[in-house]
């Protein structure tokens, strides 16, 4: 390859220069830091696409899916020059290949901007990567492979296991399948990973990074694929959908445990779908997060709350529900949506009632809780103020219920120790 006259810049010495080597038949051309410690592979390309600074890093060659980088420490690419002889270009455009430092080891930390595009796998199972920072342009962290496999998932910054410090800087409206599954140890706050802008979440994204912490909020996404938040370390999950997202992909079972897109997260205290289109939650895609206090699903269009095996079981801690759902019509066939939730004091209907069939369901989901009554245990069940098919269903108070009655309420639904007082608005 021949390169075209590159630009000149004065003071060459204060900036990070890298050297270009020849040029190393079925590999690529050799870049080498300034102190000489690693090498990588730039991709052979056009002489003008070079010369404008627009380089791209190799990560495998055309055999073999594995890393090209040698030698060992820090790579910082911040500001990166290319020195060729005695002709300079300043980079512009990076882009990171896909394996660029997969399995890689001996790597401590990676630093680059001007990104334009990162590759699936770049930086997947390098064993001692402690820190990233990338900025850039680039919005979308491409999917990774075998997302439902665990000995095959690989991803972006999959299974890195001394990962501990991430900065992206980059406008991200895609966070691809496996993009940080399984690095346990990253330290992050997810608000500072995951812009509210995003519109893609993939298949298992976030599955096992338990260490990511704070608050997940989106304002439209359209897609979220199967077990995307598993097991994730979030304190709070508000997900505003697009209105062209009809469904949550459905979630299993293995060994009698339950797994789906919000299971098993282990810090979440408040989960909040804001989702207009959204027709079915899908199966088995919540439960078993030990600490979530409150559920909420403003979901007007939603005809299944979570099919064969309820909603929200496995939740302890759980106190609060927040509906707006006014043609629910599934509640779960086997379980009832709030099954073994043992706190939950208050529910909130913000919408028309559904069939009576449905209010048995969730009243039945939600088991006795203490209060003054001497007349049995209930839960307060909010409804909208004036509503008249609420009315409909509340019964008159029997006996000395009116004299423990809470200010508002207009009866009680479903006689048994779990009826709830209702209560308006």
Known sequence: MMFAVLLAFAGAH???????????????????????????ILAGGRDADFSSGNVELLGSSMYAGRSLVTGEGVIDM?????????????????????????????ISAF??????????????????????????????????TSAQHPSNRVGVFSDCPALTNMTLSLPLVSIGAVAFAGSRGLA????????????????????????????????????????????????????????????????????????????QCPNLTNLEIR???????????????PALRRFAADAPKLQSLGGTRGCCNGMPALEKVEMNTPVLREVGDSW???????????????????????????????PAVSNTSECGKKCIFRIPRGNESWKALASEFEGREAEFAPPGCLGVVFASSRKAWVVEE
């Open 14 to 40: 204060a900036e990070n220069v890298w050297t270009l080597g020849s040029y190393r038949p079925k590999c690529g051309w050799p870049l080498t830091s300034p102190d000489g410690a690693v090498t990588v």
């Open 336 to 366: 009832p949506p709030f099954n073994a939730s043992r706190r939950i004091g208050e529910v909130v209907w913000r919408s028309d009632a559904p069939s009576p069939a449905v209010v048995k369901r969730i009243l039945k989901g939600v």
């Open 188 to 263: 992050a706050d997810v608000a500072d990973l995951v812009p509210k802008g995003v519109t893609n979440i993939g298949t298992c994204a976030f599955l096992h990074a338990s260490s990511i912490r704070g608050t997940l909020e989106t304002t439209a996404v359209r897609s979220v694929g199967a077990r995307a938040f598993q097991s994730a370390g979030f304190d709070e999950i508000r997900l505003g959908c697009d209105d062209s997202l009809k469904s949550f992909p459905s979630g299993g079972s293995s060994g009698g445990n339950a797994y789906g897109v919000f299971t």
């Open 111 to 144: 630093y680059a901007d001007h990104v334009v595009k990162v590759g699936s796998k770049s930086f997947a199972r390098a064993a001692q990567l402690g820190e990233v920072s990338l900025e850039g342009t680039a919005d979308a962290l491409p999917d990774g």
């Open 78 to 106: 911040r500001g990166l020059v290319i020195a060729h002889g005695e002709r300079r270009i300043k980079v512009t455009a990076l882009s990171i290949g896909a394996f660029f430092l997969f399995e890689k080891g001996g």
């Open 275 to 289: 989702a207009h289109g959204l027709v079915s939650m899908g199966n088995l895609n919540f439960g078993d997060s």
